[in-house]
């Protein structure tokens, strides 16, 4: 039986993470680029923007005071263009490949495959489906889509931090359906991957409305600056969910607090129900299978 | 070969490169406050918040020296430092509201001017006397910085940063903050600087107000005390009054003759009507110049009232006030005031009065009187045609 932790203890313990490592297969993608001679910047901004992890620190390191850049910035492609240059975007990439594989060996019950899914298919939605919020401040596109990639990065550092408790907690999870993670976290590890998401976005200076996407996409009643933003990953988080479940078990009464009319929201997630096979495969590749 | 060393210090570099940029980001994020002209308070506070932004340091804290104290003057109460458990806390605040100069390792800081690092604080004798009986083994303190604030020399107070573990901080850290606290410093004394300014400012502001409201008030007495008319150039009844008053008061001393004549322009509304008032203005200052012209030097000339003259003759008989009120007369009908392309001719009608013989006692009722009388040879005169002289004395019969 392991001890429970206090929310302090965790709080700490996440603090101190300046990067997570990246998953193997973009590990590997990212080894062989470097590997070139001539390195391009679309290409490795594409590899970054499919890992959650790599992207934050990028992405936050990007946004630090110290570089000064008078705009948020929220793509890896910004992020390497317009301020950090190729050459720190390419050693930090390249110490967090080195930092090791990502502990999930550890912690069999963690199914990366899956978590790519869910970040992939909430990124995905939560871009298409946000051209049709008809409510202010209306999200753009490209934030929309690093909301929806980034929505759980508490729970990687989680997993790579407490394999053993995680461990745990997708256990109860099975035994427990009706439970949420959230729950089970809360009680093993006094916080849940939502407010862990929320300090490691915050201490990588992820933009705000990425850290209040990542911690506040189960509040339904959310009304912060960025409510219609965080309403939609809620969603986008739900249905991804219940895509992995074979469920549609979404509150669509959402999209429609949002403005988007019924007959657009069918018709996009209609669209990504055709793709659910397309997408889980290329999970299940980049996940490393 | 081995790669794994080259592996391990290469990772090291750069978590210290990120940690690097965290701390020039709090430097950066501090030289971009826009906080001057605040208390030391709340710069202090701000300054704080981007430290505790930037870099893993949440539990701050500010003394200022204050009388020879240090007084917790910014960021957390001390048993939030420490870490003091909730049930105790409150009960605890103001136990610690400031330390002695010298006193443990906030003091220390502040009399040395040297950062004092406790790497755990559990065993260090000089955080048990920041502790003020409080048992260490009661908190979740691991390590604790403090270090002096300072400017040219200068000790301003004590930045203080804790953490709950043990060996927490590195020397990255310690060099950092040294950096900070610096900076921190001068911002401090560049912000009483200009506080102290705008207050001296201020101070000078109200002084040069009321010098100018005293400005105010001379030129307002001044003008009161003026004697001449503005217009005409001449003297004004606050000048006449005490002048020919005097020159009264001899001539019934030396029992000498004294006339009185009051002059009126003709018709002058008509002149101000058909040219304007500037026009009427000059016409007046005209008709002041002719008059000028034929009174003697011990003779008071004033301007009465708007078109209204009025002079005292001493050493005069009512024959020689005659004769002078008719040169004056004929002196203005004779005239062509040549104004700005027009040709304008006017006349004046004058009254007299003179002293009698037996008039005697205070010369203001008898100035009164003969200015009455001339009023009314005056009108006399105007009743019955203008451009005339007349004397009271010859026409009080018809009244």
Redesign the interface.
């Known amino acids: 039986m392991h001890g429970s932790h206090t929310v302090t203890e965790t709080r700490l313990e996440i603090q101190k993470l300046n990067a997570l490592p990246p998953m193997s297969l973009v590990a590997q993608e990212l080894l062989a680029v470097f590997g070139n001679s001539d390195l391009d910047v679309h290409r490795i901004a594409t590899i970054i923007e499919k890992d959650p992890a790599l992207l934050a620190r990028i992405i936050g390191l990007a946004n630090s005071a110290y570089f000064g850049y008078p705009e948020r910035v929220s793509s890896a492609e910004d992020a390497i263009f317009k301020v950090l240059g190729l050459n720190i975007a390419r050693n930090l990439a390249f110490s967090m490949v080195l930092a090791g594989p990502f502990r999930t060996a550890h912690c069999p019950a963690f199914h990366v495959d899956q978590y790519w899914t869910g970040a992939m298919v909430a990124a995905t939605l939560a871009q298409r489906l946000s051209r049709h919020i008809m409510v202010e401040p209306r999200p753009q596109g490209g934030n929309a889509y690093l909301a929806g990639l980034l929505h759980n990065l508490g729970l990687l550092a989680l997993v790579h931090l407490y394999p053993d408790e995680m461990t745990q907690a997708f256990r109860q999870l099975e035994e427990n359906p009706e439970q949420h993670l959230a729950e089970a976290e809360l009680k093993l590890l006094g916080a849940d991957h939502l407010q862990v998401g929320g300090w490691l976005g915050r201490k990588w200076h992820l933009p705000g409305f990425a850290v209040a996407a990542i911690e506040n996409h189960r509040a339904p009643g959310y009304g912060g600056e960025h409510w219609p933003l965080v309403q939609l990953i809620g969603f986008c988080a739900q249905w991804a969910d219940g895509l992995q479940r074979s469920e549609a078990s979404a509150d669509l009464g959402i999209l429609a607090r949002l403005g988007i009319p019924a007959a657009e929201a069918e018709a996009v997630l209609g669209e990504m129900l055709g793709k659910r096979d397309e997408i889980v495969q290329l999970a299940k590749m980049l996940a490393g299978h | 070969m081995d790669t794994s060393p080259f ?1 391990d210090s ?2 090291e570099l ?2 210290s ?3 690097l ?2 701390s ?3 430097l ?2 501090l030289s ?1 406050l826009r906080v001057y002209g605040q208390s030391d308070t709340q710069l202090l506070g701000s300054s704080l918040d981007v430290l505790m ?2 870099q ?1 340091l949440e539990r701050c804290s500010v003394y200022l020296l204050k009388d020879g104290k240090l007084v917790n003057s910014a960021g957390m109460d001390w048993v939030d430092m420490i870490g003091l458990e909730r049930g105790q806390k409150n009960s605890h605040v103001p136990k610690f509201a400031s330390f002695e100069v010298g006193e443990g390792l906030v003091g220390v800081a502040a009399q040395t001017g040297s950062l004092q690092h406790s790497r755990n604080c559990e065993h260090d004798p000089r955080f048990e006397r920041n502790c003020r009986g409080i048992s260490p083994s009661s908190m ?1 303190i691991g390590s604790l910085i403090s270090l002096p604030i300072k400017a040219s020399g200068e000790i301003l107070g004590v930045l203080n940063v804790s953490h ?2 043990v060996d927490f901080f590195t020397e990255a850290h310690e060099r950092s903050l040294v950096i900070f606290a610096n900076f921190l410093g001068q911002m401090l004394v560049n912000n009483r600087l200009l506080n102290s300014m705008e207050h001296l400012v201020r101070e000078r502001t109200r002084q040069l107000e009321l010098t100018l409201a005293d400005a105010e008030a001379l030129k307002r007495r001044y003008a009161e005390l003026s004697v001449i008319d503005e217009l005409t150039g001449l003297h004004n009844r606050r000048f006449f009054f005490p002048e020919s008053r005097s020159a009264l008061a001899r001539s019934l001393r030396y029992k000498k003759g004294f006339c009185l004549l009051l002059l009126d322009i003709d018709h002058f509304k008509r002149i101000n009507d058909v040219h304007g008032h500037r026009l009427g203005d000059e016409v007046l200052c005209r008709c002041a110049e002719l008059f000028r012209e034929q009174i003697r030097e011990v003779d008071v000339l004033a301007r009465f009232g708007g078109e209204e003259f009025i002079i005292a003759l001493p050493d005069t008989d009512l024959e020689g006030a005659k004769l002078l009120a008719e040169r004056v007369r004929a002196a203005v009908q004779d005239a062509v005031f040549e104004i700005e392309g027009h040709s304008i001719k006017t006349t004046v009608s004058i009254g007299i009065a003179s002293l009698l013989e037996t008039d005697s006692g205070d010369a203001q009722v008898i100035l009164e009187r003969l200015i009455s009388e001339a009023d009314q040879a005056l009108y006399f005169g105007k009743h019955n045609g203008r451009n005339q002289a007349r004397a009271y004395p010859e026409i009080a019969c018809f009244l």
């Open positions: 592996i290469f990772r750069n978590d490169f990120l940690k940029i965290d020039l980001s709090a950066r994020g971009s932004q930037n893993d979740a709950p573990h």
